[in-house]
């Protein structure tokens, strides 16, 4: 791995100073340089920082409980698509609602910092700079995002709205499988379901993967909100058609 120069992003000066120190005590990261800054309240120290710098990762802290710093993850994600944006919450609870809004920045990981140990903080970089989602991992825990996510998508499609980054539109057989995915069926249960083959139902599955160009189930989902396919609204959960 080459040497890499690392962005910390933190109103609070005793947590970027914490981070850092952390981070210089590993060794398994080959850093080059770790540089950092308050967030600032327009964001413009923060983008300035990422031009002069070209850090391969950005840790950014959220905010809790204001959340301020959401808009400055989308920014990020947005100009500078090659750099690697995890997120930091010091919220002590897990929360859905706001993994929601931290999948729609872009974001390839979440960490609870007030949870989150070095060996964790730093696999997660290694994760990110492979090319990884490590947030997909939380959606896949949490069946009730990735309901809510499913749903507006559903939703869209029903409606006729164009879907960018997607090679082909979903039929309505693969978002009715893609739902029942998000529920936690398997392909066995799905096929008994709709009352079809569970080789068909597998065909869906990769069907569906490759016209919205995703590496996994959860990472399709990532997708969706990354991209801003879906609302933020609240979507109609549990229920189905």
Do not use: W
Request: charged share 25%; with cysteine; aromatic share 4%.
């Amino acid at each position: 791995m080459q040497s890499l120069t690392l962005a910390i992003v933190d109103k609070n000066s005793f947590s970027r100073s914490g981070i850092r120190q952390m981070l210089a005590q590993q060794s398994r990261l080959p850093l080059n340089s770790i540089v950092e800054t308050d967030p600032g309240e327009d964001g413009r120290d923060v983008v300035r920082l990422i031009e002069e710098a070209s850090p391969e990762v950005v840790l950014l802290d959220i905010d809790y409980p204001s959340l301020s710093s959401l808009d400055l993850g989308r920014k990020i994600t947005r100009h500078f698509p090659g750099t690697r944006l995890i997120i930091l919450s010091s919220n002590p609870d897990e929360n859905d609602e706001e993994l929601f809004e931290v999948i729609r920045t872009g974001a390839v990981a979440y960490l609870m910092s007030r949870k989150c140990t070095s060996e964790e903080l730093v696999d997660t970089i290694e994760k990110a700079l492979a090319g990884k989602y490590p947030i997909n991992d939380m959606v896949n825990t949490r069946p009730a995002v990735a309901r809510r996510v499913l749903r507006q998508f559903q939703d869209m499609a029903a409606m006729g709205k164009p879907i960018e980054h997607v090679t082909a539109p979903l039929t309505a057989k693969e978002v009715q499988v893609l739902t029942l995915i998000a529920e936690g069926n398997s392909n066995k249960q799905i096929a008994r379901l709709l009352g079809i083959s569970e080789q068909t139902i597998k065909n869906h599955v990769s069907a569906i993967l490759r016209k919205i160009n995703a590496n996994d189930r959860a990472h399709a989902v990532f997708i969706a909100v990354r991209d801003g396919l879906i609302s933020s609204q609240p979507g109609r959960e549990g229920q189905t058609n």
